[in-house]
Structure formats: C-alpha cells, structure tokens
C-alpha cells in the first residue's frame, strides 16, 4: 500500500487534512473506505496540509500568502515610475517611500533604554531618581 511508503510528514498532513475534514485515520474503514480515501487525497486543494508538504513552492503560490507581499511591491514600484516623471523626480529629491508591510517592524519606532537595569541601580529608578 502507498501510504506506507510516505513520511511521517506526509502521514501528519493529511491526518491533519482529514481532521479538517471531520475525519481520522482510525476511521478508516469504518466510516470512511479506502477508496473514499485515496479519492480524498487525490483531490486535495492547493491549500491543505499535504499539498504544501509535498510542494511548498507551489502551495505559495497559489495559497495567496505571497500576494500582499507582491502588491505592495508593485504600488511602490508604480509610485516610483511616476516620480521619475515628475519635478521631484528630475531633481532627485522627495523619493517615495516603500509600501509598509503589516508584518515588517517599524524602523521609526522610538525605544527606549538599551538594555535591563542593573540591580545596583533599581532604587533609583523605581523612586523616579529621589
């Protein structure tokens, strides 16, 4: 039987796309045949969990997680082109700015302090200094 020569990957996958599904492997062949299964497998979306074990590649492609990234780096490359056509643009000055990705950090950021407290210190900072 081919399920036998997976990974244990693979195998953790699609239990988790039968979990998914409302299923386990103990269901097999109690509720679900082997049959039902196979066909299960064989038609998996490019979302589940073994399509992205099998081809990581490609389940990013067509699962959407790429695409905010993409968009964001075409308005920024949009905003550019058209600065370059503009008085700004000419003189060099005023470029714009890359599109802010929610899941990058802020460099702007304002942080302070550089590191813990030393316990020598805690009294007086605690006590505002008195």
Sequence with gaps: MWLC?????ELSAIE???VRAGWTFDD???RLSYPALFAFIEHLPPDSAFSRVQDPETATWTTGVIVPNLLAELGYRLDVL???QSKD???NRRRPQPWERPWAKNKNTRRIGAGPIPASRWEA???GGK
């Design 5 to 9: 020569s997976l990974s244990s990957r």
């Design 16 to 18: 988790a796309d039968l």
């Design 28 to 30: 097999v062949p109690a």
């Design 82 to 84: 058209v600065w370059q």
């Design 89 to 91: 643009g000419e003189h």
């Design 125 to 127: 900072f605690w006590d």
